[in-house]
């Protein structure tokens, strides 16, 4: 367990750590990073990468010797450091078919991660970078460049359709693990996760306005993190999570502290304990390298 310090005044026994935004830049993770959550694990502290990722596209420099446990697809999945499933909340395959024809009915571009691999669809690609050219308002992103930059990872694909691939799900050896979808404008947006709510039965995870992940009702990365405190023996004051996005903010009922990146949403930031520097300046390894002094890291 890291010593204790003001932000954790029993110590700090589990972290939790989300990806993309957090610490891992497409694949790249800074050795920084990396050398302080080896030496968080050989002060006995229990590391968990809490991604919505698959373990399938999980980055293989994550999968040996700094982390235990894998809180994956935002909670649907938790795996032991080889990759095996410890608990499983899956989409059923049928329920995933009538998800995907009535998204495509309303205009969503999908994607879907199963237990073998991640699936994104072309029109998900344009409406994504749509999106940036209408934050940044320029067009520096095409649909060739995120097309390179997602296949360019280990078992993303791109396809037109997700459904032949949900075709071949059998709910036991694959099976969805998540789903997610991209619309066209905010409001689309909006008017679809109401309807998607109303339905009672699935978790709607709002990642950027027009984006979002879907898994079962009660599947989030909150609902992962009560399991492993559970099986650790932990109390909450003694655990830390890490993130930067929509789906981060149902890690923050669960931990005693909650750290956001620089680079995180306003929304984030907000109901963070203390902001560190972005993951460029490599925020979570410097409030890692404190906490194993004793001391309290502020950006």
């Known amino acids: 367990m890291l010593p204790a310090n003001s932000q954790c005044p029993n110590g700090i026994g589990a972290a939790f750590y989300d990806l993309d935004g957090t610490i891992l830049d497409l694949d790249y993770i800074s050795p920084r ?6 030496e968080t694990t050989r002060a006995g502290c229990v590391n968990v990468v809490c991604t919505g990722r698959n373990f399938p596209i999980v980055p293989d420099i994550l999968k040996y010797g700094s982390v235990d446990l894998y809180i994956t697809v935002n ?13 499983s909340k899956a989409i059923p395959k049928q329920k995933a078919l009538d998800l995907a024809a009535w998204l495509h009915k309303e205009g969503a571009g999908l994607n879907c991660l199963t237990s073998i ?9 344009s409406y994504m970078t749509q999106a940036v ?15 390179l930059e997602i ?6 694909l791109i396809v037109d359709d997700i459904t032949p691939a949900l075709g071949f799900v059998d709910d036991q050896t694959n099976f969805v693990e998540k789903m997610g979808a991209c619309f066209d404008t905010e409001q689309d947006l909006e008017r679809c996760v109401a ?15 027009t984006e979002i992940e879907i898994t079962l009702l009660g599947v989030e990365k909150g609902s992962g993190i009560e399991w492993v405190m559970t099986q650790l023996g932990l109390d909450k004051s003694q655990l830390v999570a890490f993130g930067d996005s929509g789906n981060d903010l149902p890690m923050r009922p669960h931990v005693g502290t909650f750290v956001a990146v620089d680079n995180a949403s306003d929304e ?10 972005s993951i460029a300046e490599d925020g979570v390894a410097k409030w890692l390298e404190a906490a194993l002094h004793g001391q309290a890291y502020h950006l």
Do not use: W
């Open 151 to 156: 296949t360019s990872q280990k078992n993303k």
């Open 133 to 147: 050219h209408r934050v940044e308002h320029s067009d520096r992103l095409t649909d060739e460049a995120l097309k």
């Open 75 to 87: 909670g649907g999945q938790i795996l032991d450091p080889l990759g095996n499933h410890l608990l």
């Open 195 to 209: 309807q998607l709510n109303a339905r009672g039965d699935l978790q709607i995870a709002v990642v950027t306005p």
């Open 268 to 277: 984030v930031k907000a109901i963070a304990d203390n902001v560190v520097d």
């Open 117 to 125: 691999c991640a699936y994104f669809e072309n029109r998900l690609v």
């Open 33 to 38: 990073t990396i050398a302080a959550m080896e």
